[in-house]
Structures are given as C-alpha cells and as structure tokens.
C-alpha cells in the first residue's frame, strides 16, 4: 500500500464529526459549484461530484434541492477559495483550504489562530510544495475486479486503487479528476463520493506534549466556518 493509502487510514476526520457542520460546507461546495457551472447536474460535473459527497454524508435530498435553488438566486453572495499556508508549532506544515464571502474576516482569523499558538502564517507557496495535491474517488465495489479496473484506470492518471470496507478507492494526481470522473461515468460505475486531498510528502513524529500544542491549533483552525479543509505533516 502506498502513501495515499496510509494517509487516509491514520487521518482523523474531526471536521466531520458534526454533521451539521459536514453540511454547511457542503452548501458552500453547491453554491460555488452552481456558480461555476449551472444548476444542472447533468451538464455541471463539479456539481455532480458535490452532490455525491452530499449523499456519502446522508445530507436529505430536501437540504441539496434547496442549497442548489439557493445558489441559483442572483442575490445568493459568491464564495471564494482561498489557500492558506503557515506552520504550527515544532515545524509542523500546515495547509489550510478556505471557502469565503469575507477574505478580509478569514485573513484576521486564521491569523490570530496561529498568533494565539505559537504558530506562524507564512506566505504563498512557503509550504504547498511539501505536499502532493490529489483527487480520489469511491466507488461501488460491486460487480468489480479492483485489479481489473486498476489496470483501466491507470490509463486516465490513477495511481493507487485499494479496497476497504465501503467500496474500491482510487487516488490519482490532481489533475488527473476529469477524466477518472468521465471514464467512470461513461462506463455507468457508481461513484460513492470523490473529493481532494493533499497528501504530505514528509511527515514528523512528535512527542505527546509537542502533538498537544499542535492539535491545539488545528482544532482553533478547523471550528473556523471559512475552513473547509486542513492537512498538516505531523505523524498520525
């Protein structure tokens, strides 16, 4: 198994632990997603892949119709997606993925979070070299040889397929999200949920004390509405 493998298998997922929460970031997903492309799902494949993510959270198909018709409303704000790099204490990269309608507001939050941590908020490009930027995609395992449609996929970018206990999982680079996703769907393969990631290239062991002043932080970071991702390199 591979890096995109551990990483997800040793990562704690507190953002989602209030679904409430999983939700409203969701909804900003749709707003933006119908901003770019239009309320229909069948012509706006970034909107096809929110509303995935929306079913894979048990998000009610009232809650998606409604944050759709929403974001289709002239006067519905815009969101922006804003990257945020620094460190937190120990040399620890921090990657912080925003989505906000105020970058004035999240630029003094995110700010004082690593100010009030001992951390420090770097500039762009300080730490986004340090990890690899990938897509993944979840699909219905069955009916499918994970070795056979490992061997198709590599075709269009993939990198690692590997089965768990919700289905087949297939990492592939960034760039790669377009065309896995068309493939999949032009072969009628159910596509659970899909999503980025960014993986460290290096990560640091810490002791208990040291992991404590770090967390500290990223729980400060990730109870932020404006964050909707964040990825460190502090050993799991």
Same mark, same amino acid.
């Given at each position: 198994?591979?890096?995109?493998?551990?990483?997800?298998?040793?990562?704690?997922?507190?953002?989602?632990?209030?679904?409430?929460?999983?939700?409203?970031?969701?909804?900003?997903?749709?707003?933006?997603?119908?901003?770019?492309?239009?309320?229909?799902?069948?012509?706006?494949?970034?909107?096809?892949?929110?509303?995935?993510?929306?079913?894979?959270?048990?998000?009610?198909?009232?809650?998606?119709?409604?944050?759709?018709?929403?974001?289709?409303?002239?006067?519905?704000?815009?969101?922006?997606?804003?990257?945020?790099?620094?460190?937190?204490?120990?040399?620890?990269?921090?990657?912080?993925?925003?989505?906000?309608?105020?970058?004035?507001?999240?630029?003094?939050?995110?700010?004082?979070?690593f100010n009030?941590?001992?951390?420090?908020?770097?500039?762009?490009?300080?730490?986004?070299?340090m990890f690899?930027?990938?897509?993944?995609?979840?699909?219905?395992?069955?009916?499918?040889?994970?070795?056979?449609?490992?061997?198709?996929?590599?075709?269009?970018?993939?990198?690692?397929?590997?089965?768990?206990?919700?289905?087949?999982?297939?990492?592939?680079? #960034? &760039?790669?999200?377009?065309? %896995?996703? *068309? !493939? $999949?769907?032009?072969?009628?393969? /159910?596509?659970?949920?899909?999503? #980025? &990631?960014?993986?460290?290239? %290096?990560? *640091? !062991? $810490?002791?208990?004390?040291?992991? /404590?002043?770090?967390?500290?932080?990223? &729980?400060?970071?990730?109870?932020?509405?404006?964050?909707?991702?964040?990825?460190?390199?502090?050993?799991?």
């Amino acid at each position: 198994m591979g890096r995109a493998f551990e990483f997800r298998k040793a990562r704690k997922m507190k953002r989602w632990s209030a679904m409430s929460k999983a939700f409203t970031r969701i909804g900003k997903d749709i707003v933006m997603a119908v901003k770019e492309g239009g309320p229909d799902p069948d012509s706006n494949s970034r909107l096809r892949a929110v509303i995935q993510n929306a079913k894979s959270v048990n998000m009610p198909k009232d809650n998606i119709e409604r944050a759709i018709k929403r974001a289709s409303d002239k006067s519905q704000g815009d969101f922006k997606e804003v990257l945020f790099e620094g460190y937190a204490p120990h040399g620890i990269a921090i990657l912080i993925e925003t989505a906000t309608d105020n970058n004035t507001r999240t630029v003094a939050n995110i700010r004082s979070y690593f100010n009030k941590c001992d951390g420090n908020l770097g500039t762009s490009g300080s730490v986004e070299f340090m990890f690899d930027h990938t897509c993944n995609f979840r699909i219905n395992a069955e009916g499918i040889d994970p070795e056979e449609i490992e061997l198709d996929m590599i075709d269009f970018g993939a990198e690692e397929v590997f089965v768990d206990d919700d289905g087949i999982l297939i990492y592939a680079p #960034f &760039e790669s999200f377009g065309s %896995i996703q *068309k !493939e $999949l769907e032009s072969r009628n393969i /159910e596509i659970l949920s899909s999503g #980025f &990631e960014r993986i460290p290239q %290096i990560t *640091k !062991e $810490l002791s208990p004390e040291q992991r /404590e002043e770090v967390e500290k932080l990223l &729980e400060k970071i990730e109870e932020d509405d404006d964050v909707q991702n964040v990825f460190h390199s502090m050993r799991d």
